[in-house]
Antibody
């Protein structure tokens, strides 16, 4: 069974940093690209960042303005999202997702990030 | 950036009836279009990929169609568990992906 378990969310002040983790199991982690998708309270889905299976290729939404960094440790089957210079508008549930052959075929349950003073 | 626009924002349909949801892309995405369902308090789940192919375990009452810039998700014989929010997503311009703003399907 494919499982994705996010952790690391919490309350942080504007300008602060946070690192999210996503522990994967039930599949060959290094064979799949992984992505982060977020959802602000009461809003829709926003793709945030993606990373190839090898970790050699990364992509980010333009709205992030270079503040986030995605990475992975294939030896630990874990995906990360380092979030710096956090803003109030970054408040959201952050989902870890697996990129299948077509679309995002598995999703974690999400971790809530709240940015507030 | 490819902008995805869904309509309507909210759709009211009676149980047992048919719902038709639309998604438009600002430029062609060929057949590289997915639909997701999100129930309250849950993570999204993949319903349809490649515009018209149901994901594993998705009932046959869900169907998708379209190509290029115009896409449709049709749900026939609506059941109570189908009332949720639906999102379209293009993956044509990978590794950059974009979602539509969502359509809320509510009970009439």
């Amino acid at each position: 069974e494919v499982l994705l378990l996010e952790s690391g969310g919490g309350l942080v002040q504007p300008g602060g940093s946070l690192r999210l983790s996503c522990a994967a199991s039930g599949f060959s982690f290094s064979s799949y690209a992984m992505n982060w998708v977020r959802q602000a309270p009461g809003k829709g889905l926003e793709w945030v960042s993606g990373l190839s299976g090898s970790g050699g290729g990364t992509s980010y939404a333009d709205s992030l303005e270079g503040r986030f960094t995605v990475s992975r440790d294939n030896s630990k089957n874990t995906l990360y999202l380092q979030m710096d210079s956090l803003r109030v508008e970054d408040t959201a549930v952050y989902y870890c997702t697996r990129k299948g052959d077509y679309g995002f075929d598995y999703w974690g349950q999400g971790t809530l990030v709240s940015v507030s003073s | 950036e490819t902008v995805m626009t869904q309509s309507p924002a909210t759709l009211s349909v009676s149980p047992g009836e048919r719902a038709t949801l639309s998604c438009r892309a600002s430029q062609s995405v060929s057949h590289n279009l997915a639909w997701y369902q999100q129930r309250p308090g849950q993570a999204p789940r993949l319903l349809i990929h490649s515009s018209s192919t149901r994901a594993a375990g998705i009932p046959a009452r869900f169907s998708g169609s379209g190509s290029g810039t115009e896409f449709t998700l049709t749900i026939s014989g609506l059941q109570s568990e189908d009332f949720a929010v639906y999102y379209c997503q293009q993956y044509h311009n990978w590794p950059l992906y974009t979602f539509g703003q969502g359509t809320k399907l509510e009970i009439k």
